[in-house]
């Protein structure tokens, strides 16, 4: 049940009905208790509305006390509910009703299950949560992987968490019509990544390493710009393979690298799960 539900009188009438319905959908079920088809209808919109709190508003109206309320939107008989927005009616329902219909009625105006995670996923890319912002967007994308606003969040979220690769792939198939300035912002931010990924620093690195393929301390260091460039699996696998050899001192170190380096991916991440079991498999 719809714990939000408000019964609408004479006194809160233009609140609800004129001033609520300007931020909200205010969906209103007409009823009365002698009717009990007015009943139901009434209990299963409540029902149906209560996970979108911040979309609709639940009112009622008891046409055994409200006749004047009821006359008002010239109600001719039960059950009826009706959607409002603006003060102005947009759409609504009478007689029975099946739990299909009912579904079939409000869906045309629910926001569905991919927008609320696109919207959630936004607001975590605003404050900086990587993790909550990419656990939210996958889903979207496992929902609908046509729609271009969540391949963009999607895409920002690639290149946040160094999936340079996924990006690429993603913002490739981006179509011309949905090449916005967020599009844009993103192409110049995935840009940017590579040319950090391959920085003169890691460059250098390589060629030392290269000279020197045994020299643990260049690892290291490779390892950990890697990190800070977003490459995550290259620093992975280089420490992992550290962890798996040499002495004592050199697996501790590499150890803890490699755990920093796993810190630094969000919660859930793929590659995170991946490299923790290929651990706690080498420990057990």
């Known amino acids: 049940m719809n714990s939000n539900m408000i019964a609408i009188t004479i006194d809160n009438f233009q609140q609800i009905v004129l001033e609520e319905s300007k931020n909200k959908l205010v969906l209103v079920a007409f009823w009365a208790q002698q009717i009990p088809e007015s009943v139901e209808l009434k209990d299963k919109l409540a029902a149906k509305s209560a996970p ?34 603006d003060g102005q009616p947009l759409d609504g329902v009478s007689g029975p009703q099946t739990d299909e219909t009912i579904a079939t009625f409000l869906d045309k105006h629910l926001p569905k299950e991919e927008d609320l995670l696109v919207v959630q996923a936004q607001n975590a890319l605003a404050e900086n949560d990587v993790s909550v912002a990419q656990n939210a967007i996958l889903q979207a994308y496992q929902l609908d992987d ?11 979220v690639y290149i946040q968490t160094g999936k340079t690769q996924e990006a690429k792939i993603l913002i490739d198939n981006i179509k011309m019509a949905d090449q916005d300035s967020y599009y844009k912002g993103l192409l110049a931010k995935l840009e940017l990544a590579n040319e950090a990924a391959n920085s003169p620093e890691i460059q250098t690195l390589e060629a030392k390493l290269a000279s020197n393929p045994a020299d ?8 950990a710009q890697y990190s800070q460039v977003n490459r995550y699996e290259d620093a992975l696998k280089m420490l992992f393979r550290l962890v798996q050899v040499g002495d004592e001192q050199t697996k501790d170190k590499s150890k803890t690298l490699f755990l920093d380096v796993l810190k630094a991916l969000p ?9 923790r079991r290929k651990l706690y498999t080498l420990m057990y």
């Open 52 to 85: 979108f709190p911040e979309q609709i508003l639940m009112a009622t109206v008891d046409c055994e006390t409200q006749q004047q309320i009821a006359q008002q939107f010239g109600i001719q008989g039960l059950p009826t509910a009706i959607l409002v927005k």
């Open 146 to 156: 046509q729609r271009a606003d969540i391949q963009l969040i999607l895409i920002d």
């Open 216 to 223: 643990i301390d260049i690892q290291h260091q490779l390892a």
């Open 267 to 275: 919660d859930g991440d793929a590659l995170a799960n991946k490299y």
